[in-house]
């Protein structure tokens, strides 16, 4: 993609976040949200077959099933059903992500914006550690650990647990299936990626990735035609030595 294009991509996608700026505001006054956070397309400008907003919510302990309930039921008073996508929430206890640690997840991790400036919560990037393992480069967030609470006697957890099995069975009816593509769900997580991008990702990456070899070899065989080239019209009383970058040094004999 040319730089003009991303640029204009970019753009683009900024006038769309502050053209429902008003119904953020809005979702941050529902309960139980500890996070928001834009993700996927809505942050990259790459919405491959329709523009909504991507949303990565972090839900209070025992309350996600709950929350993506509401968060159901909002979307549909406000009429925005196609515009908004919780199609990842986690709750705080469950912030260190397990399934799928590959280079698209972490770069998903890495580049998720948040949406609730001042919050007290920490990015998730603090919590997986394992992002730089695959990209040493980003500058490292502080780890934070995960408080464990043992909740499993509370009326809060017998709730969740019981809207989550209300979920998961009209699901599995629809014919989804947990853990395959793009999909999970667990008493801590929902990750519905129906449309599961990361086949198409991988290959354009591969592509490039075998694009970018190519090159580098090419320019290889250059610079070693180059170097023969060159010793074959040298000075003989000098030794020719060729630096990687490929600047020509020349030395005494």
């Given at each position: 993609?040319?730089?003009?294009?991303?640029?204009?991509?970019?753009?683009?996608?900024?006038?769309?976040?502050?053209?429902?700026?008003?119904?953020?505001?809005?979702?941050?006054?529902?309960?139980?949200?500890?996070?928001?956070?834009?993700?996927?397309?809505?942050?990259?400008?790459?919405?491959?077959?329709?523009?909504?907003?991507?949303?990565?919510?972090?839900?209070?302990?025992?309350?996600?099933?709950?929350?993506?309930?509401?968060?159901?039921?909002?979307?549909?008073?406000?009429?925005?059903?196609?515009?908004?996508?919780?199609?990842?929430?986690?709750?705080?206890?469950?912030l260190v992500i397990h399934h799928q640690r590959d280079l698209y997840t972490a770069h998903q991790l890495?580049?998720?914006?948040?949406?609730?400036?001042?919050?007290?919560?920490?990015?998730?990037?603090?919590y997986n550690q394992w992002v730089y393992d695959l990209f040493p480069n980003l500058e490292k967030a502080?780890?934070?650990?995960?408080?464990?609470?043992?909740?499993?006697?509370?009326?809060?957890?017998?709730?969740?647990?019981?809207?989550?099995?209300?979920?998961?069975?009209?699901?599995?009816?629809?014919?989804?299936?947990?853990?395959?593509?793009?999909?999970?769900?667990?008493?801590?997580?929902?990750?519905?990626?129906?449309?599961?991008?990361?086949?198409?990702?991988?290959?354009?990456?591969?592509?490039?990735?075998?694009?970018?070899k190519l090159r580098i070899l090419a320019s290889n065989r250059q610079m070693a035609s180059s170097a023969?080239?060159?010793?074959?019209?040298?000075?003989?009383?000098?030794?020719?030595?060729?630096?990687?970058?490929?600047?020509?040094?020349?030395?005494?004999?």
């Amino acid at each position: 993609i040319g730089a003009g294009k991303r640029d204009s991509d970019l753009a683009d996608n900024d006038i769309f976040i502050n053209r429902h700026a008003k119904v953020i505001r809005w979702l941050r006054k529902l309960p139980w949200i500890r996070g928001i956070y834009y993700s996927g397309g809505t942050v990259h400008g790459s919405h491959l077959l329709k523009k909504d907003l991507d949303l990565f919510i972090v839900a209070h302990s025992c309350r996600i099933w709950l929350l993506y309930t509401l968060l159901k039921g909002f979307a549909l008073v406000v009429r925005k059903r196609s515009i908004l996508c919780f199609n990842y929430l986690v709750d705080e206890s469950a912030l260190v992500i397990h399934h799928q640690r590959d280079l698209y997840t972490a770069h998903q991790l890495a580049c998720l914006q948040t949406a609730l400036p001042g919050s007290d919560m920490p990015e998730p990037l603090h919590y997986n550690q394992w992002v730089y393992d695959l990209f040493p480069n980003l500058e490292k967030a502080k780890p934070v650990p995960v408080e464990k609470r043992d909740v499993s006697s509370s009326w809060w957890y017998w709730m969740n647990l019981t809207v989550m099995g209300l979920w998961t069975g009209w699901w599995s009816r629809k014919g989804l299936k947990n853990r395959q593509g793009g999909i999970l769900w667990d008493f801590h997580r929902i990750k519905l990626h129906t449309r599961d991008h990361r086949p198409f990702v991988y290959k354009k990456y591969q592509a490039l990735l075998q694009d970018v070899k190519l090159r580098i070899l090419a320019s290889n065989r250059q610079m070693a035609s180059s170097a023969y080239k060159y010793s074959q019209t040298r000075d003989p009383g000098t030794v020719v030595t060729f630096a990687i970058n490929g600047e020509k040094e020349r030395e005494p004999k």
